[in-house]
């Protein structure tokens, strides 16, 4: 099910995999569902017997540039990864997995939600990257929640913090860092 228009929109990144993947420039992708907003395909690296990832068609870097304005559009890039969970035979909704890799802990510069099922399944060697509510793996809920009230800012700089801090300097926590509390962090 690739998309009818097959270029780069104007809202794409020439190098970045998804944004060719989304606008049907991956031949090699098989695009499970999409819209005229969303595209969900299977995860290259799988964790768990049904993992999908879905993206959102126009370029959006990670959770960090996300703002109230965004709250509608992680609840449906949730709905699609539930209702392909469905379309894939998944009937126990209470055993899956929805959520958001941080910078740095990303391995794609491009908002893209996990899909798990089922997540009692998540293969043992990979389950410390799916721990719900922490740096790691921000739940789609907790996400929705933290940007609900964040007005849309305008940044008078540019951190890449893979640069800072390597995968490996990725830790587990019980807290999720805002924003501000990222900058500390890096200042």
Do not use: W
């Amino acid at each position: 099910m690739l998309r009818n228009n097959s270029t780069l929109t104007s809202e794409s990144d020439t190098t970045c995999i998804f944004c060719l993947i989304s606008n049907g420039q991956d031949k090699d992708t098989q695009v499970i569902k999409n819209n005229n907003e969303l595209v969900c395909f299977r995860d290259i690296y799988p964790a768990a017997p049904h993992h999908y990832l879905v993206v959102p068609i126009q370029h959006i870097h990670s959770c960090f540039s996300l703002h109230r304005g965004h709250v509608d559009l992680v609840k449906r890039m949730a709905e699609m990864g539930k209702a392909v969970l469905q379309d894939q035979g998944i009937t126990n909704m209470e055993d899956i997995s929805l959520g958001f890799h941080q910078p740095p802990c990303t391995s794609v510069d491009h908002l893209h939600l996990h899909v798990l099922a089922p997540r009692s399944q998540i293969y043992e060697h990979l389950m410390h990257k799916f721990i719900p509510k922490t740096d790691n793996f921000v739940t789609e809920e907790s996400l929705r929640n933290r940007i609900k009230d964040k007005a849309p800012i305008l940044r008078a700089f540019n951190i890449n913090v893979a640069k800072i801090y390597s995968p490996k300097q990725c830790i587990l926590s019980d807290i999720e860092r805002t924003d501000a509390q990222l900058v500390d962090t890096l200042e």
